[in-house]
């Protein structure tokens, strides 16, 4: 048997460890073979030399996080386990942007950094992946950061009406008035990356529009970041027009959830379609999340995990 020990250092133990040891436990419990104890500041790790490899840089990988962010919470531990160990390197310039409260906005995940990287190689990406993955909302932080820059003059958002098992004709109000509740998790982003009289000026001189994408129909969109959100819900006739409308230096994210379609069962979902037809194009990028980047509550993961067994069984 082989023994390892960490000598923790300028940490608080209780921000590292968790309460009752809770995050040592959540390593425990991973590395079954492996025998750790943790006594005041040092960890002792006994095991085989692979298995101890393994845990030591999971250590490291956590001591790093805890240096930048002051505390190791269970879910960060669960997310390094999880993604093999592989951080997310936080350094100042992977900082989006900062919020209304002050709070660095920055990628959670190594998907969500891997999302970025994308957004910055192409004019085009793809983000496909279950709810609470922060999707839209590093896609609107994206947007708010390149208005900030000066790198765009616009920000449009748009997604298709589509009810999703709600009734939109006995909502009151005109289309726009109908479509804004379905919109509440871009209404919900920007409002914590833009002050809100700030907010209001830009909707009221167009410089950040939201809209239903029928509204797109014989727009070219230039200098503007253009967000299409939940576009599983598109045919393939109305993304194929949305593409169609970008234009020179202007960014187009295209969101959505390929477990959630809301579509006739005889309609087949735009974003499959788009995703198949243009997977080797040149300038157009694809990156898909899962349950390891949902930045929600933890029983977010474990319902989306349920579902995806549920899902395979019957297929």
């Known amino acids: 048997m082989v023994e390892k ?5 300028n940490i608080s133990l209780v921000d590292f460890l968790g309460v009752d040891n809770s995050n040592i ?4 419990t991973s590395f079954p073979k492996t025998k750790i104890i943790s006594r005041g500041n040092e960890i002792r790790i ?3 030399g692979s298995e101890i490899l393994r845990v030591n840089e999971l250590f490291n990988s956590l001591v790093n996080h805890y240096h930048k962010f002051g505390k190791v919470t269970n879910n960060n531990v669960k997310t390094y386990i999880e993604q093999g160990n592989v951080a997310v390197e936080m350094r100042m310039e992977d900082v989006l942007i900062y919020g209304t409260k002050g709070a660095a906005i920055k990628p959670k995940t190594p998907n969500q950094k891997k999302f970025i990287d994308a957004v910055k190689a192409n004019d085009i990406v793809f983000a496909v992946g279950p709810a609470g993955t922060g999707k839209t909302y590093v ?3 994206l947007a708010v950061r390149a208005l900030k820059n000066k790198e765009i003059k616009r920000i449009i958002i748009t997604r ?3 009810e999703a098992g709600e009734n939109l004709g006995f909502l009151p109000g005109d289309l726009q008035e109908k479509i ?7 209404y919900d982003a920007l409002d914590d990356m833009i002050p809100s009289e700030k907010l209001k000026y830009y909707r009221e001189n167009r410089v950040i529009e939201i809209a239903p994408l029928a509204y797109m129909r014989g727009r070219t969109l230039s200098n503007a970041f253009i967000l299409l959100d939940e576009a599983q819900n598109t045919t393939p006739m109305q993304i194929k027009m949305f593409l169609t409308r970008l234009g020179q230096n202007s960014k187009l994210i295209i969101n959505g959830d390929r477990t959630q379609i ?3 069962p005889n309609q087949k979902s735009g974003l499959d379609d788009a995703m198949d037809v243009l997977h080797k194009t040149k300038g157009i990028g694809f990156v898909e999340l ?7 509550h933890q029983i977010v993961k474990d319902i989306i995990k349920a579902y995806g067994k549920a899902a395979a069984k019957n297929w």
């Open 5 to 9: 020990i960490i000598t923790l250092e």
């Open 25 to 28: 436990k959540e390593v425990a």
């Open 46 to 48: 006994q095991g085989s």
């Open 139 to 141: 896609a609107v932080a």
């Open 160 to 162: 298709p009406a589509v």
């Open 180 to 186: 804004d509740p379905y919109l509440r998790p871009v």
């Open 262 to 264: 809301d579509l006739k």
């Open 290 to 296: 899962d349950q390891r980047d949902v930045v929600r």
